[in-house]
């Protein structure tokens, strides 16, 4: 369908901790479940076989649905870890593939009872072939990340898998969704933040998981260099809603900010998306401004919890089948039909006499608008051939009818019946506690 979970949930993965090596499948965690015990079998699976008899199972027990929703919301019962501090992790690649490798570092503060934010930070040099880099970054030695409040996470990107790649995106989905099972994170807010090649891929990976992350930070990174890097179209609209802490330094020679940052700041304001700019007139491209700004971006970020359920979305993809949902909203199949609406394309800038485009455009993209108040959806579409709409009770009142308006004709106007099945699949799409779907409905534009 797209997003997450991707790739091979129950495959092996290697962890390090303190010397040691440990393999561990996708249903070994070292946690107890507090749910009853018919959950038991579907949280903890240890092959994709068993994982479908488990939900199976499930599905033929009748839960009531808003029961399930409620175990689902509390989640797993944590437990404290026997070691904290810097954690090797291996992800399987696709096939022959190579492996994807993080570090992750919890606290020696870590307290299992406490919902703890995160932040995952993308490093810079990915042009090198070693797909162990992160290690070239991060002194696992270094006493200094204990003393930080949050768990984080470092993973690692190579010239076989920049950041501006597909593959980044399932690896990122995969180990996020590896570490919510063994820590318990909170999911509003976990933070994505990148240096010079990792913040030019921080722009990529906010297109591709923007129901994953709640902020992002950019720094000394090169927003344009996605028109000819990227494996995916970049559309500066879907940036709306998304807040960035953004840094540039004068004195940069690889992105200068006239040529990586400025022109492209309007843009981004029109888009509705929301930058805190900083530019640094004493540095260049290096991080010796850091220490002085570590306070306020960090007190950015704490101000910046993702929300959940958004009442206003735009989202636009050439490729649904692999990027088109965006939180409640998905685009499932693109298209050129009459009667939809010429939705505006946040994609031109003037020089001169001539509108020149930001962002190269090959392949046909289909956009949708939408807004819910209430119990009323408005939603407008261009180039879009079918979507659908994930509905949560966070976000309407079920005992009453859900009204949907699509490019000004009114076109369901009903109860909506939860159901086990959806929940489950939203589930099995995010793994998250605070974004559970209890309904879907598919509409044929």
Request: hydrophobic share 40%; proline share 7%.
């Amino acid at each position: 369908m797209q997003n997450h979970p991707s790739g091979n949930l129950w495959s092996t993965e290697m962890i390090r901790r303190s010397g040691l090596v440990l393999v561990l499948s996708w249903g070994m965690m070292a946690l107890v479940w507090s749910q009853p015990t018919q959950w038991e079998s579907w949280f903890s699976a240890e092959s994709a076989k068993s994982y479908r008899q488990a939900k199976k199972s499930l599905i033929r027990s009748d839960i009531p649905v808003m029961e399930a929703y409620g175990v689902l919301q509390q989640g797993p019962a944590y437990h404290r870890l026997d070691s904290t501090g810097f954690w090797e992790v291996q992800l399987p690649g696709a096939g022959k593939e190579q492996d994807f490798h993080a570090l992750v570092h919890i606290p020696s503060a870590y307290d299992p009872a406490i919902a703890w934010p995160v932040q995952v930070m993308l490093h810079g040099g990915v042009s090198q072939p070693n797909p162990k880099g992160v290690f070239r970054f991060v002194d696992t030695a270094s006493t200094a990340y204990d003393s930080l409040d949050y768990i984080g996470v470092y993973p690692s990107g190579w010239v076989g898998a920049p950041w501006w790649n597909e593959r980044q995106s399932d690896h990122l989905s995969r180990l996020i969704t590896w570490l919510k099972y063994r820590v318990n994170m909170d999911e509003d807010r976990i933070y994505l933040k990148g240096v010079s090649d990792g913040a030019t891929g921080t722009w990529y990976q906010a297109q591709m998981l923007p129901d994953l992350w709640a902020a992002y930070g950019v720094s000394i990174g090169n927003l344009p260099g996605l028109s000819s890097l990227s494996d995916r179209q970049t559309y500066l609209a879907n940036y709306g809603g998304m807040h960035f802490f953004m840094v540039q330094t004068v004195q940069d020679h690889l992105f200068p900010p006239q040529r990586s940052s400025l022109p492209y700041l309007p843009l981004l304001r029109d888009a509705r998306a929301f930058i805190e700019y900083r530019q640094i007139q004493d540095a260049g491209h290096d991080l010796s401004w850091y220490p002085q700004m570590r306070d306020t971006i960090q007190a950015f970020f704490r101000s910046h919890p993702r929300d959940p359920t958004p009442d206003t979305l735009f989202w636009e993809t050439e490729a649904p089948e692999d990027n088109g949902r965006c939180f409640w909203l998905e685009i499932d199949r693109v298209g050129k039909i009459g009667g939809d609406v010429d939705l505006p394309d946040i994609n031109e800038w003037k020089f001169g006499p001539n509108f020149d485009p930001t962002f190269k455009r090959d392949s046909l993209s289909g956009a949708v608008s939408a807004t819910f108040r209430a119990n009323v959806f408005d939603i407008s579409t261009d180039n879009v051939k079918f979507l659908s709409l994930w509905i949560s009770p966070d976000m309407v009142d079920l005992a009453q009818p859900l009204i949907v308006n699509i490019n000004g004709k009114e076109r369901f106007r009903k109860m909506v019946e939860p159901k086990l099945e959806t929940l489950l699949e939203s589930w099995e799409l995010i793994h998250d506690r605070k974004q559970l779907y209890v309904a879907k409905i598919t509409f044929r534009i």
